[in-house]
């Protein structure tokens, strides 16, 4: 797991770690100013970004308001 101080910074580093290792990388915000990457694996707690595979954000599953 890796912290950043903001979500593009998180999600550019996602992105391109699931890009290059092939695998499954989870984004979430764990207070202000730190976002998270992580594996599926590990425990997350906070609110979830997005989930990167291949260098794509996959569907959640959930809709906007």
Known sequence: MNTYQTASQ????????????????????AGPSKYVTARPNDAVSGLVIGVYRN???????????
């Open 10 to 29: 998180a999600t550019g580093v996602a992105r391109t770690l699931s890009k290059s290792s092939a695998c499954t990388i989870v984004v979430y915000q």
């Open 55 to 65: 260098g794509y954000l996959l569907p959640t599953g959930q809709r906007a308001a």
